[in-house]
T-cell receptor, first 114, second 113 residues
Framework: DAKTTQPTSMDCAEGRAANLPCNHS???????VYWYRQIHSQGPQYIIH???NNETNEMASLIITEDRKSSTLILPHATLRDTAVYYC???????????????FGKGTHLIIQP | SQTIHQWPATLVQPVGSPLSLECTVE??????LYWYRQAAGRGLQLLFY??????ISSEVPQNLSASRPQDRQFILSSKKLLLSDSGFYLC????????????FGSGTQLSVL
């Protein structure tokens, strides 16, 4: 899996949009960008993933640059419950068979301030 | 719907004692199963994964072993715990032969004293 670079920590005011950057300059054409988050003492939770196009779901939006070397996860209206470590991961697309455990880095510790 | 169960939630064990952590998945068949460990203040480390009954792959050599006696059951074991085995252990699953996301259990906080 390609390596990703994320800031160690970020603060965001409650109710504002939280924008979490991720650099993945060595990403390959067949690698997706995945985002997970881990609230303290819980298992990681899937947020969103994408390949080339921007994606949006009920939790967040994912903006991927045209050259795919970086991406931004956007939480549109952050709440205190969004305080967590956010992991950006890139991995190849598996066309069949085998297991594909993710490699988690240290992520970004997002702190939502009241 | 699919669910993953992991127990116990917390465990305190003396050095040299055995370990058995269990994980079960419901609502799916033939899942890929994974064991991760997270040491204090560090990222998640993949320990073992399994693509089927009796099929175990180890990512790192260590004092631990894994077994998959049934399709949806994954067990993490040790014969003699070390202090360095302390950490937060997470079981996860995803659908085989796809690029689907991982679903994690709630974790076991293991303290070896």
């Amino acid at each position: 899996d390609a390596k990703t670079t994320q800031p160690t920590s970020m603060d965001c005011a409650e109710g504002r949009a939280a924008n979490l950057p991720c650099n993945h300059s060595t990403i390959s054409g067949n690698e997706y960008v995945y985002w997970y988050r881990q609230i303290h003492s819980q298992g990681p939770q899937y947020i969103i993933h994408g390949l080339k196009n921007n994606e949006t779901n009920e939790m967040a939006s994912l903006i991927i640059t045209e050259d795919r070397k970086s991406s931004t996860l956007i939480l549109p209206h952050a709440t205190l419950r969004d305080t967590a470590v956010y992991y950006c991961i890139v991995r190849v697309v598996y066309s069949g068979g085998g297991a594909d455990g993710l490699t988690f880095g240290k992520g970004t510790h997002l702190i939502i301030q009241p | 719907s699919q669910t993953i169960h992991q127990w116990p939630a917390t465990l305190v064990q003396p050095v040299g004692s055995p370990l058995s952590l269990e994980c079960t998945v419901e609502g799916t068949s033939n899942p890929n199963l994974y064991w991760y460990r997270q040491a204090a203040g560090r990222g998640l480390q993949l320990l073992f994964y399994s693509v089927g009954i009796g099929q175990i792959s180890s990512e790192v050599p260590q004092n631990l072993s894994a077994s998959r006696p049934q399709d949806r059951q994954f067990i993490l074991s040790s014969k003699k715990l070390l202090l360095s085995d302390s950490g937060f252990y997470l079981c996860a699953w995803n659908r085989a032969a796809t690029n689907e996301k991982l679903f994690f259990g709630s974790g076991t906080q293991l303290s070896v004293l």
